[in-house]
T-cell receptor, first 116, second 110 residues
């Protein structure tokens, strides 16, 4: 396991369809984060898991968005009834412990969503 | 408002020159981090500077932190074409989530 994996890398969907993205964090990392990044902007926090518990959700995460991390390993982010404004890069990051201290965040390559 | 806000810049420099970019933030922090993002890719952690540090080096990178001015700078020395990327500063918030600025786009011309 060399890093955080995200699947798919690219997704084009029609408005109104549902999409699901997957993130596989670094295996020993118990903290997992989802971010969204639009063109020309920095990433914006969406939600945070510690193990399987979803401990924080941004107000950006509308009721059309849901995220899970059922076994404290991989995570999924689902968007229902997609809108054109959902077009963005969705980034996953994980963190663990090294020598008792939090590591830096390790990011996946992202899933680029285009809603047409 | 989001913490970790760079002076949004687009820098275009010749290979071998130095590139400097700045970041300001609004509240107290424990540390400040810099990330690099190549076009259409994920972010890569470059360097973390703690609030009790004033300067930190990592290879060709030099980061400064001025907590009195709530600002940080990232200097890339002897730039290379491979340094072409967007650079973001980020500050930790609750649950160690990161607040990012808009980024600085750096183009190094061979």
């Amino acid at each position: 396991d060399t890093g955080v994996s995200q699947d798919p890398r690219h997704k084009i969907t029609k408005r109104g369809q549902n999409v699901t993205f997957r993130c596989d964090p670094i295996s020993e990392h118990n903290r997992l984060y989802w971010y969204r990044q639009t063109l020309g902007q920095g990433p914006e926090f969406l939600t945070y898991f510690q193990n399987e518990a979803q401990l924080e959700k941004s107000r950006l995460l509308s009721d059309r968005f849901s995220a899970e991390r059922p076994k404290g390993s991989f995570s999924t982010l689902e968007i229902q009834r997609t809108e054109q404004g959902d077009s963005a890069m969705y980034l996953c990051a994980s963190r663990g412990l090294r020598d008792g201290l939090n590591t830096e965040a390790f990011f996946g390559q992202g899933t680029r969503l285009t809603v047409v | 408002s989001q913490q970790g806000e760079e002076d949004p810049q687009a820098l275009s420099i010749q290979e071998g020159e130095n590139a400097t970019m700045n970041c300001s933030y609004k509240t107290s922090i424990n540390n400040l981090q810099w990330y690099r993002q190549n076009s259409g890719r994920g972010l890569v952690h470059l360097i973390l500077i703690r609030s009790n540090e004033r300067e930190k080096h990592s290879g060709r990178l030099r980061v400064t932190l001025d907590t009195s001015k709530k600002s940080s700078s990232l200097l890339i020395t002897a730039s290379r074409a491979a340094d072409t990327a967007s650079y973001f500063c980020a500050t930790p918030r609750g649950n160690n989530r990161l607040a990012f600025g808009k980024g600085n786009q750096v183009v190094v011309i061979p």
